[in-house]
């Protein structure tokens, strides 16, 4: 599975977007792009994924370049509680690594009053 | 979304005992779930892919005699950390993949281990 890079951390106000970048230049055409974070001590939550078009859920919008070399997470109104450590996964989906996930370091959101 | 459950949440124990810890999927059947382990600090880290019915696939570097992995059925997995170590102190977390939907991986609360 293609690495991913991530900044280490980032602030956001809250009620503001935050926008949370992720190269993932080595990106293959069957790879999916997933999100998850972590709030401190708890098991990691699923956000969103994509293949190669731009998607939107309850929680958040993902959008993917045209080259998918990069992506970007945004939390359209950020809150306190979205203060977490967010992973950008890249994955194929199916085959014999179905289901598996490497987790690299994240980025750190602290999202502040 | 689907529910993956841990017991239990967090664990104390004595050097060279052993300790199991339970992962269910509540509202779902799952063929295959998922160990991780995670140091403070740190990232998570696979540590073993469990498949109902068959032996679990550990990542390299896992011991598979410590740390015991059972799939008995759809919706449990178990993973006993045999003759326990103050360095096998860790966050474990478990997820399972919901069959249903597009390729989401639940994952459980975590059980924290603390050994003394």
């Known amino acids: 599975d293609a690495k991913t890079t991530q900044p280490t951390s980032m602030d956001c106000a809250e009620g503001r977007a935050a926008n949370l ?3 993932h230049s ?4 069957n790879e999916y792009v997933y999100w998850y974070r972590q ?3 708890q098991g990691p939550q699923y956000i969103i994924h994509g293949l190669k078009n731009n998607e939107t859920n309850e929680m958040a919008s993902l959008i993917i370049t045209e080259d998918r070399k990069s992506s970007t997470l945004i939390l359209p109104h950020a809150t306190l509680r979205d203060t977490a450590v967010y992973y950008c996964i890249v994955r194929v989906g ?5 289901g598996k996930l490497t987790f690299g370091q994240g980025t750190i959101l602290t999202v502040h009053p | ?5 841990q017991h239990p949440s967090w664990v104390i124990c004595k050097s060279g ?3 199991k810890i339970e992962c269910r999927s509540l509202d779902f059947q799952a ?3 998922f160990w991780y382990r995670q140091f403070p600090k740190q990232s998570l880290m696979l540590m073993a892919t469990s498949n109902e019915g068959s032996k679990a696939t550990y990542e390299q570097g896992v011991e598979k005699d410590k740390f015991l992995i059972n799939h008995a059925s759809l919706t449990l997995s178990t993973l006993t950390v045999t003759s326990a170590h103050p360095e096998d102190s860790s966050f474990y977390i478990c997820s399972a993949h919901d069959p249903r939907g597009p390729y989401e991986q639940y994952f459980g609360p975590g059980t924290r281990l603390t050994v003394t």
């Open chain 1, 21 to 23: 970048p992720c190269n």
């Open chain 1, 26 to 29: 080595t990106i293959s055409g």
């Open chain 1, 39 to 41: 709030i401190h001590s």
């Open chain 1, 94 to 98: 199916g085959g014999t690594s179905y």
């Open chain 2, 1 to 5: 979304g689907a529910v993956v459950s």
């Open chain 2, 17 to 19: 005992t052993s300790v």
């Open chain 2, 31 to 33: 063929t295959t779930m």
